[in-house]
């Protein structure tokens, strides 16, 4: 019981406070100046404006999945809303949490946007059409899904068609780029979409985000400038601001890496298949043949079995990527973490409350630091 009580006397002399005390003009005046010192809430205000505008901006996230029909209702209509809003609530948590992990998912889909363009820009000189970086992430996106469409013929009613065993074979497919590669390989669908880089960029929602772009900008400017200054003149710099200035680093890092990404579409364009209904079934068989034989050509890597699976996303459109650029998504998010722990090392001088917080801000930044640049420089094969 001795033991516990100077633990006790100095956890509280921990926490102190100050209270600053400013006088005010006995006169009437046109400018008040700000006083020489800052609060801890304006210290926490500026630090979590940045992180917060940094996050929600940061998402570049695939087409959601779309309602069409299902579910009518206005409780359904509240369900398909909050799934439509999940996955950027679910990767601005993780943004927070681990900033490296949406680096690499950037990094690893820019990669897979780079092995789709040298498919798709060769069809697309064949076909005619547009086939640019652009063209390939908003494939990859989920930019397109195939419709398929019943063809009536004289001895079968299409309403009656639709509500046999027949008809209730799935009309939509969710396609990334691969899968649209190998349905124009196949002959399935004659051409590649067409589609101009205007008209990507009018469906792209993101572009009336471009406040909080530059609010994020802006802050990250702001606070980086203000550290600077703080620094050069002999003032004392918070941890906290350490821990955004690595946060901002990978949020830069992230831009860069999603620059030819359209930021948010929310509806695909259609790739419209007339099918005789005749036929309908057996043509439904190929087109799922054909995208089982694109998906399983993808490969993976001896990585892939790490990523969570809740990371991944729905198997057909995937927020990470499989084979060459997941592990690019590995690499770059080990990288990401080294950069991130290495700017909190910067803080290994700094004055903490306790002796007991200091050690565990050491710790916890040279160790992710070490660990992650020990794997980040081991190179392993594949298993074959």
Known sequence: MVSLVPVSITSTQAYSQFEPKCTTPNKTVNYVGSPDTRGTFDLLWSCLLTIVACTWSLQYLNVPEQREDLDPGWKRHIKWSV????????????????????????????????????????????????????????????????????????????????????????????????????????????????????????????SGESFALSTAGGQILWITIQITARRARGLTVSQLEIAVIAFSACAIATYIANWNRPKQILRPVAIRIEIPVSSFDKKVTEIQAALNEARSQRGRSLFDEIIPSALRGNKELADIPDGYAGLGFLYMGIAGAVLFGGIHLAAWNFHFPTNIELIGWRVASLKDFRKHLGAFLIRRRPRV
Do not use: C
């Open 83 to 206: 799934r439509t809003m999940w996955p950027k609530l679910k990767w601005s948590f993780i943004t927070v949490i681990a900033p490296e992990v949406t680096l690499g998912k950037a990094f690893g889909n820019q990669l897979a946007d780079r092995q789709v363009r040298r498919g798709w820009s060769q069809l697309a000189a064949e076909d005619g059409v547009p086939g640019s970086l652009l063209h390939a992430s908003y494939a990859n996106m989920g930019g397109f899904w195939l419709e398929i469409v019943g063809q009536p013929e004289n001895t079968i009613d299409l309403q009656e068609f639709y509500s046999s065993p027949q008809g209730q074979l799935p009309r939509h497919f969710l396609l990334s780029g691969q899968d649209i590669i190998q349905l124009r390989i196949k002959r399935i669908i004659p051409r590649l979409p067409s589609i101009s880089r205007e008209e990507i960029m009018e469906r792209d929602r993101g």
